[in-house]
């Protein structure tokens, strides 16, 4: 029996799949490779390295390694989310139409309107994507991408990824979810039908607030030789260090994972019961309007839990002064709790009228639960709700 046909699970595949140990030393762990560049014994006679922009070891086991946890057939690592993001841009023609959710991610926002729109004249349509039947309305026949967040951010609505992919297949346009909220542990979007993955690798992936970067990962070969070609044309590429530290986090994110959900689940529930909250967003909630769906597509519910205050902003402010576990910061997915107010900070880029649509009320706090002792967090919260 070879080792590969050993390597199943989540977290076997996490630290085993696509890993060799290091050729030159044995070296159990990828050794951090700080070149620029590569010896060869003559003109183009090398050891398939010959440029660090091209070519990284560290990089490339980290790659693989998220490659095979998304179930993909190429990942690339890049220097953040957003570079990844970018990236994965370069692949629609000037000109081009994306449909995305009217939720997305505020950095995305900005990336669409501020940069792509007159860079390349991509123009996009914001919809409710939660209603896959609303799709057909706003496809244009350039449309070229769908772009979805799952859960997405600070709402946490889930949009039905399989509908999605299956309405997108039938006219040929691409499909790009990003999961940084969710984590391959989570959801794996590429096994729903999804073209792309994309990460902010800083969240859940690198795990310990002490790396910037992101991930792309394509579902087939011929777009991943894409996305690689403009990886190294553009250069946004992660460096060997960022590169190890989002390794050395991706191979204990099913450990990591389990404890968040599971803490996540039982603040919800509990935060559900407070007198103080008007109202809980976690779709592992019966109360969510798309827990079914929520079930059907995702392993567990995540880490990331929103409540609406009764007291509005005032009332969120106290909060958020008060907390002492919770560190009041912008940020998500690490191992610590973070606690954060999106209209003034995640959010902060997207026009207060934008917020408004979108369904952010002002007394919205949104909490990226850590891996601490549920029973602490429980307690911090508490005492930051007393009025
Ligand atoms: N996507 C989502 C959902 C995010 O929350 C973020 C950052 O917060 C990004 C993408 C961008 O990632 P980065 O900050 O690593 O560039």
């Known amino acids: 029996m070879k ?24 070296a159990v762990i990828t050794p951090i490779y700080a070149t620029s560049t590569y010896a060869q014994e003559a003109p183009g ?7 660090g922009r091209s070519h990284n070891p560290t990089r490339f086991a980290f790659e693989g390694a998220i490659a095979a946890l998304e179930g993909g057939a190429g990942g690339f690592a890049f220097a953040s989310g957003m570079a990844a993001e970018a990236a994965v841009l ?14 997305v991610y505020g950095g995305t926002h900005r990336l669409f309107e501020r940069v792509r729109r007159h860079s390349a004249k991509l123009s996009v349509t914001y919809t409710d994507l939660c209603d896959p039947a609303a799709l ?16 997405s951010n600070p709402l946490l609505r889930i949009v039905d990824l399989a509908a999605i992919a299956d309405q997108a297949k039938k006219r040929n346009i691409l499909t790009v979810v990003d999961n940084t909220f969710a984590s391959p542990w989570v959801q794996k979007p590429l096994d729903l039908g999804m073209d792309i993955v994309v990460h902010s690798a800083t969240k859940y992936i690198g795990g310990h607030s002490d790396v910037v970067g992101g991930v792309a990962v394509a579902a087939r070969q011929e777009l991943a030789d894409k996305i690689g070609y403009i990886q190294n044309a553009v250069g946004s590429i992660a460096g060997p260090f960022d590169s190890f530290l989002m390794h050395r986090g991706l191979k204990t994110l099913g450990v990591r994972m389990q404890r ?3 803490n996540a689940m039982k603040l919800a529930a509990w935060l559900e019961s407070r007198p103080e909250v008007g109202r809980v967003f976690y779709p592992g909630l019966a109360s969510h309007p ?4 929520a079930k059907k597509q995702m392993r567990h519910f995540g880490g990331m839990i929103s409540i609406e205050l009764k007291g509005s902003r005032k009332a969120a402010e106290a909060m958020l002064k008060k907390c002492k576990l919770f560190t009041l910061a912008i940020s998500l997915g690490g191992i610590e709790s973070l606690i954060e107010y999106p209209a003034a900070m995640s959010h902060a880029v997207v026009p207060a009228a934008a917020q408004k649509e979108m369904g ?17 967090l429980q307690a ?7 009025i």
């Not at 006679?45 to 440029?51: A, L, N």
């Not at 057909?136 to 859960?151: L, Q």
């Not at 911090?380 to 007393?386: R, S, Y």
């Open 3 to 26: 080792k590969e046909d050993l390597v199943r699970g989540f977290d076997t595949c996490a630290i085993h799949a696509r890993q060799a140990h290091d050729p030159a030393t044995g």
């Open 45 to 51: 006679i090398h050891k398939g390295f010959d440029y």
């Open 90 to 103: 370069e692949l629609l023609e000037p000109g081009s139409h994306i449909v995305t959710t009217k939720d």
């Open 136 to 151: 057909g309305a706003v496809i244009k026949p350039e449309t070229r991408m769908i772009w979805v967040e799952s859960p």
């Open 260 to 262: 968040h959900c599971e």
């Open 290 to 293: 798309q827990h079914a769906l």
């Open 360 to 376: 952010m009320d002002e007394g919205l706090v949104r909490l990226s639960v850590g891996i601490e002792d549920v029973h602490d």
């Open 380 to 386: 911090d919260l508490e005492q930051a709700l007393k």
